[in-house]
C-alpha cells in the first residue's frame, strides 16, 4: 500500500485517543502528507447512522491532532441480511466542514 517510501501506523496514539490507521507519505519537498483511516463496525442491534456520525467526529479530530490532509471512515456492515451491494459504496461526507470519505464494506 504505501511501497517502499511512505510509512503505516497503526492504533497511533494522538493524545489520549487512538486512530486506526496513520498514514505517512512524504512529498516532492521532503515535507510529509498525512492520512487518516477510521474503521468502524456495524453489529446487529446498532444504528447504521449513529455509528458513522460518531465515525465522522472521531476522523475530523484526529485529521485535526495529527494535520492529516485526508481523512477516511471504513465501516464494516457486520449485519445479517445485507448484500453486497447494499454495504459496498463510497460516500463523500463532512463533519463541521472537515471533508472524509466514507467507505463501506
Known sequence: MVSGHGRIKRQYA???????????WPDED???SRFVVECKLVREG?????????GLKQTAAY???SHAKAGHLLV???RKGRSWAD???R?????????ITVWGA
Open 30 to 32: 521532503d515535507a510529509e
Open 87 to 89: 454495504r459496498v459504496f
Open 91 to 99: 460516500q463523500r461526507c463532512a463533519w463541521k466542514g472537515t471533508p
Open 46 to 54: 446498532r444504528s447504521w447512522e449513529r455509528t458513522v456520525a460518531k
Open 63 to 65: 485529521m485535526d491532532i
Open 76 to 78: 464494516f456492515d457486520m
Open 14 to 24: 494522538l493524545g489520549s485517543r487512538r486512530v486506526d490507521l496513520l498514514i505517512i
